[in-house]
Structure formats: structure tokens, C-alpha cells
């Protein structure tokens, strides 16, 4: 049998509120280097650790053994979603995190500025890293001249440095396609086909990307050195089960970046907008606590911190997520689940495969008698190390919304 | 490659004794109000911790992560069975805990007596919950007048307070039906009708509930508050393979309670009937000995405890099956597996999802150099937590059943 039709049929309502908190990148590895203590081993927690005492701990694997994540399957799994089976295309990711406000059947592309020789021929993959500043222009240069191809509407977002995205909204649309992107230098710029021969859709979104080219190229011929671009991770956003069918739980997100409110908003979380710190997104979970069911709360600094390799910074990130987390329990959601999406090591400076510690709170938890909320401590908790996708399983096992299975 | 097709192909068969014994309901979750001890934690248990030196521990997952199982569920995943593979209907399972000696095809129902008024609306699911004396009058009423329906032998046989079932016996018989029950008063009994709408089995089984129903309603008509019934889980006898043909070892079931002879039945376990203590199973396990090479032993009071919500009864319970372990020792079984089918916390008066503490004791299943056998404990095992299907494949490694897969 199906596993989720069976979460599904045993599902029950119940009033539980329930709150995800992401601390971004929190798993870490101890090394000799750091004395043998990851940040959070290091870090003064008290708050965590009185949290810690009544709870179950465990790792997580955000998809499978070895695999580093990108932030969206890391969310995803949080989410619930097998991040193996739902499968977000890197422009939409990349649109969610610039901030666009995607409709479902929207195709987005992930797209560089490029240079190209005469003879269209690649001769830079990234232009050069041309200023942010530069892209934003080129890209409001294009946008001004392309609003609508045919019946499809056209939204061109500047990135970082030579990096931005197109997002392709009508009718009948639909990815993947193959990339616009010869992956180096000395060819020319492919032109885009459907994964799926069959697909008429994906033909015809073939079709919008080959105009697309065919307009914008003439535009930036001038320009040097980004007379050219490409275009990769060309899909749409995938259907997928909205979170409150699945789960019913009624969600919101308290995020401050854009890519987590994104995440969220895939998967149909209402996003609220307004706080900047941990302290006041904890401050507005108290304010629309009776409005919602379910919490996702995310705080980002922990992984900055790990990409810039600066434990010190990671320590103090993870302390200041500490202090603030009195305000949450001042109304103490019945279920809390406190991780990350990701390892994102000191030492490597990037997100890693390692699994994360997870901590898991509620009145019927139980209780891994751990003194405080660690790596090595989660090693021999009662959760052991399981895939991140059944972590909300287990808070709705903890809201009591699972009959039983079975007499 | 299947894994079951391939543990099958390694099995050899050795003379290895292996016995499977079941705390039911056996784990619990620490909690403040009880000192952060669990029963198991707080039971005195002296030959448990010396056989606990030298055995591997682990946690198990009935059936998945969250999921809270029935003891069906729970037992058939202990034998060594995906409880989401082979379901079996509620109505068998009632069936079996009623002491029914059910044969491959029979269809099961658990029944309700209920009330009906004029115009055959359901006022009262349950009968107002008449005494077990009253529904044991009526369903000899019923068995008196009704014991075949066309070819169809049928067999009701009354349980507890409005709670009886019905049992079809005869061929080209097949469920899952609909259930004849509205769920709720106010409405008329509905028809059943096959799940499958293509499956002719259950379009006659279909058939025989509809000509049951109007044979018994006229006989029950003048009853108060008892003239009509509700009827639902209406499914046959799965198909399971057979424990001895799955696993190359004579099983034997030493079971006090007829659900769990049932269950053992269920996969063809012979039952050994006449012991009423742990103390007389074991002792009958000694004089069996040469007889079976698998012995299933089953102490249910563990689980009762647990429902009472009693920690000291269920401490007690632990306690006194840790007395009378010795008798089993006095021929030691080549491979001992101590678990629980799921864990009844106390604190939760009822089955849940945490997972069971595992304890295998052979002389090759080496030593975890745990002092105790306990949940937290278990934790930090070899075994770590994984799901209850595999215990019978590590009991059959343990038992050097298994020949070497690869060069």
C-alpha cells in the first residue's frame, strides 16, 4: 500500500498547534581544528537545553545517504515531500528566490549573461561576472522591450553579478526542456528541445524560448561583454499536494528571505510578512497563533555563517536563536520541531550531506533523557537517523492526529 | 531484486532453535512524572540484565514512522511480514481474537447490534451498549435461524457488550466491501457494495451481506433496543505466505489469548494450547523443544497495564516475566529476540507509535555492552531503529540460516 494514502486515511483533525523551526544549515561536523565541538556544541543554550530534557531526539537525511541538498529538497523533505519524487527545476527555485510571485504552470528559466563571438559562438559563459549593477540594467533593458511573446507573458529578473531569470506565464506551457547551454566554451548556443518528444506543451514552450532568443539577442548585440546569454533548468512548477490537504494543518510561513517564503508558498503556506528577526517572527507566531495550525519558522544566519566558514559566527547565531526562543514558549506550540535543512559545515564551508540533529517536542514525545541538543547527542536518540520527509509524520503522530492502523 | 525472493534464496536450513518472545505493548516514553523512568527502566529485572551483556538492542518501527498499529499489524510486522503488504480486515481480526478457527477464503465482519427506528434510520450505533449477556441471547437467536445462505455456511459468534461477528464460509468468496454502517445516526444503513467494482467475488459477497441482512432483520424486529445491526471491515482471510515456507523453520505459538493464536494461526504457526502463565509457557516451551524450531511466546500484560494507565502494574508485569525467564534458559534457545509488538506508554493509556526496544541474544550477535535492557539504552544500539519486518531476517542471520549473497 501506498504509505502516504495511508498517512492520509488515518489522518484526523485535531486542534494541536504544531511549529517547524529551520535553523538554516545547523548540522555540522566536529573536527580537531574546533576542539572537537560543532557550533552547536559549543554554543551556550539554555534554552534549548531545558527544551532538550523533555524531548526526542534523532538525525535526519534530508534526501539520501551522501547527497547534499540544495535548499529546496532540504525544504521539501521538511515539508513532508520526498524531495526524490517532487522535483523543483532550478529556475523556478531560483525565481522563488528572487522574490517572484509564481502561478502554477509558470516555466521559469535560470539564465546567464554570456559572451558570444561573431559567429554566435560562446566565447564567455559568464560575461565576465559583469557588476550586479550591469545585470540589473541589461536585464530592465530587456524587460522594457519584452513584455509579452504571442499570448505569453515575459518577466525577466535580475540576480547577482550575471545571473538572472525568465519567467514564462500562459496557457498550455510546460518543462523540461533541455538546456540552452552548451556547458562551455567554444561552442555555439544550442537550441532547446522537450525532454518528452511527445509533449506538445513542451514543444511549444520550445518554440517561446527560440523567440525569446530571436528577440532579445538583437537587443543586447551592443553590448559588450554581455551581447549574449543562456538558459538552463528550463520547467514549470510542479504540482504538488498542497499542504493543508495533506496534512490538515493550516499553514503559515514565517520566513525573511525570499527563497523560504518561495519554498513555502509552493507547497500553498500562507506567508507573513513583516518580521526581520527571530525574535519578532517568534513575536508574530504569539500574535496569529489562533489563526493558523502549523508554523514554519526560518532563521538563515546559522547557514551564512557555515558558507563563510565562521564558527565563531555560527556559535553567536545559534545563541541569539536561543535567547529569542522564550518568546515562542510563551504560548508552547503542542508540537515543536526544532532542525535544519541541511548540514552546512564550518570546515566546508558549503552545505554537506551530514544529517541533521532534530529535536522533537511535545507532551507525548517522550523523553531521550539528553541534557542538551547536539550532534552527538541526537546520535542516540529515539528517532534515530531517518529520512527528513517522515519528520512530519512524526509531528502529526505527536498532534495525535493518527488513528490507529489497523485492530 | 525482491529482498524477500532473496533472503529466500540464501536460506539454508540449520538446527537452530529461535524463539521470538513478546512483551505486548512493551515500550514507554520517559516522562517527568514518573522520574524519567520507564517501566522498563524501573523494573527490578536481574535476568534481562545479564542476558542484556550479551545480546545486540535496537528500536523497532511497526510499520512506519508515526504510525500507531493494532496488535494485527503489530504481530504480523514481528513475524517477519510488511503490515502494509498483507493487511488484514478488522472483521478477520475479531474473528480471531474471538477464538474463530478461520480457513483460507472465509470473509469476516465485525458487527454492532444498533437501534432502528420505523423507517429503518439508525437512532443508536450501539444499541445503547447492551450487556455481553443480551448480545450472546441474540446472536444464538440469529445462529439458531441462520446457518447457511444459499451454499454459504455463516457463523456469528457474539463479543463484548453490542459487539458480535459474522463469519461466511464457502467458495468464490472475496472482500474488502463498503461498510453497512452510516458512521453516524440520523441515517439509514447503507447498502454495501464491492470495493473493486470488477470483482465478481466480492459482487457475491456483495449479495450474501444484502440476503443476510434480510433474513436477520425480520428475526431481531420485535428486540429492544437490539432490532437491527451495523456491519463493517467486511474482508476474507488474506493470503500470507507461510511462516514455515518463508523462513525454513516449524513454528509453534505459545499464546494465552486467542487473538494472538489467531494472528500466529494467520500465517500457519501451530498452537500450543493448555498454558495460562509465562511461567507454564516457558515450562511447555522445554517439554516442545525437539518439537518446533521456531517458538513465538506471547505475555500480555504488559499491554493491559499500559492500557490501565498503571505504571506499577506494568512494572510488576515486567518484573514478573523477568522471573520466570530462567525456565526458558534452561535449554536456551540459539537465538533470543525480547520485544514488544508496539510500545502502550502509561502516560498514554493506549497503543502508540514510539518505537519497541529490541533485544537479540545468540552467540553471535555479539555484545552492544549494555548493562540493561531499557528504551534508552536500546537507543545506542547495533541494531538502531528500524522497522519490525526485518527482526526475523536478523533472528534468521543469528540462527546462520543465511548463505553468503556474492562471491
Request: with cysteine; aromatic share 8%; glycine share 8%.
Amino acid at each position: 500500500m501506498n504509505l502516504d494514502a495511508l498517512y492520509s486515511e488515518l489522518t484526523l483533525k485535531t486542534n494541536a498547534k504544531v511549529a517547524l523551526i529551520v535553523l538554516d544549515g545547523l548540522g555540522d561536523i566536529a573536527t580537531a581544528e574546533q576542539n572537537y565541538l560543532t557550533p552547536l556544541e559549543a554554543a551556550a543554550t539554555p534554552n534549548l537545553d531545558a527544551l532538550a530534557k523533555n524531548s526526542a531526539q534523532g538525525r535526519l537525511i534530508p534526501a539520501a545517504p551522501g547527497i547534499t541538498p540544495g535548499s529546496g529538497p532540504g525544504h521539501l523533505g521538511l515539508f513532508g515531500y520526498d524531495p526524490l519524487e517532487f522535483q523543483v527545476g532550478r529556475g523556478v527555485i531560483e525565481a522563488l528566490g528572487l522574490g517572484v510571485e509564481l502561478q502554477p504552470g509558470d516555466v521559469c528559466a535560470r539564465a546567464n549573461f554570456a559572451t558570444l563571438d561573431a559567429n554566435g559562438i560562446v566565447t564567455d559563459r559568464r560575461a565576465g561576472r559583469i557588476p550586479t549593477e550591469t545585470c540589473e540594467k541589461l536585464c530592465a533593458l530587456l524587460a522594457a522591450k519584452i513584455k509579452k511573446i504571442g499570448d505569453t507573458q515575459v518577466m525577466i529578473r535580475a540576480g547577482k553579478e550575471h545571473r538572472f531569470v525568465v519567467v514564462f506565464r500562459g496557457k498550455g506551457l510546460e518543462g523540461p526542456l533541455t538546456d540552452a547551454d552548451p556547458n562551455r566554451e567554444g561552442f555555439a548556443v544550442p537550441v532547446v528541445k522537450p525532454r518528452d518528444p511527445e509533449s506538445l506543451k513542451q514543444k511549444k514552450m520550445a518554440e517561446l524560448i527560440a523567440a525569446f532568443y530571436q528577440t532579445a539577442l538583437p537587443i543586447l548585440a551592443q553590448e559588450k561583454p554581455a551581447n549574449g546569454f543562456l538558459m538552463r533548468g528550463i520547467a514549470h512548477q510542479p504540482e504538488i499536494p498542497l499542504f493543508e490537504d495533506r496534512y490538515k494543518l493550516k499553514p503559515a510561513c514565517l520566513a525573511v528571505y525570499p527563497m523560504y517564503k518561495g519554498l513555502a508558498q509552493l507547497v500553498g503556506m500562507k506567508k507573513i510578512e513583516g518580521p526581520q528577526t527571530i525574535a519578532e517572527q517568534f513575536e508574530r507566531y504569539l500574535a496569529e497563533h489562533a489563526n493558523y495550525d502549523f508554523f514554519f519558522i526560518h532563521y538563515k544566519y546559522t547557514d551564512k555563517a557555515g558558507e563563510d566558514g565562521d564558527f565563531t559566527a555560527k556559535k553567536k547565531a545559534i545563541e541569539d536563536f536561543d535567547a529569542a526562543l522564550p518568546i515562542l514558549l510563551q504560548k508552547t506550540p503542542d508540537v515543536i520541531a526544532i532542525t535544519g535543512d541541511h548540514s552546512t559545515p564550518v570546515s566546508l564551508k558549503g552545505h554537506s550531506w551530514h544529517p541533521q540533529p532534530v529535536l522533537l517536542h511535545s507532551k507525548v514525545s517522550g523523553s531521550d533523557k539528553l541534557e542538551r541538543f547536539t550532534e552527538t547527542g541526537a546520535n542516540s536518540g529515539s528517532l534515530g537517523v531517518m529520512e527528513s520527509k517522515f519528520l512530519m509524520r512524526l509531528m502529526q503522530a505527536n498532534a495525535r492526529m493518527f488513528d490507529k492502523f489497523g485492530a
